[in-house]
């Protein structure tokens, strides 16, 4: 990140691949985390099925029940808390990593520091939270 801002050598449309490595590491972090406490299974750990952000859904709480991340979240720590999982998902893998022809998001570079700094903020919180 450096490097690319860097006395502005570097200009960019879309700094979104600044951020495609920590989304990456908030999924792996999270499947980890939610294994350790038991949310998920090693067999769900393992998957190539599992979908977190559908079971991290608060839309789909209720659909899902038990298996609900969510609900297990808000739970075990706080309903707050849970959001922020959430949200942090949303901001930093979902609308960055999904294509949507309808709504090309590109961010500067503020924005793809901001998100980065969220995703890492929340994993600390996370680990703090689920594994204290």
Not at 15 to 38: R, T
Not at 69 to 77: C, N, P, S
Not at 106 to 115: D, G, L, R, V, Y
């Amino acid at each position: 990140m450096n490097e690319v801002n860097k006395q502005n050598v570097y200009r960019f449309k879309d700094y979104s691949f600044l951020v495609f490595p920590f989304a990456k590491a908030y999924e792996g972090f999270l499947k980890q985390i939610f294994k350790d406490v038991k949310f998920i299974s090693h067999l769900d750990y393992i998957s190539d099925h599992l979908r977190l952000g559908k079971l991290m859904s608060p839309n789909l709480e209720g659909k899902l029940g038990e298996r609900s991340l969510y609900k297990k979240m808000k739970e075990t720590v706080t309903k707050e808390f849970a959001e922020k999982v959430w949200i942090t998902w949303k901001l930093g893998r979902n609308q960055i990593f999904h294509y949507f022809p309808h709504n090309l998001k590109a961010i500067n570079f503020k924005e793809a520091e901001k998100i980065i700094g969220q995703i890492i903020w929340t994993m600390e919180e996370a680990y703090i939270k689920l594994k204290s």
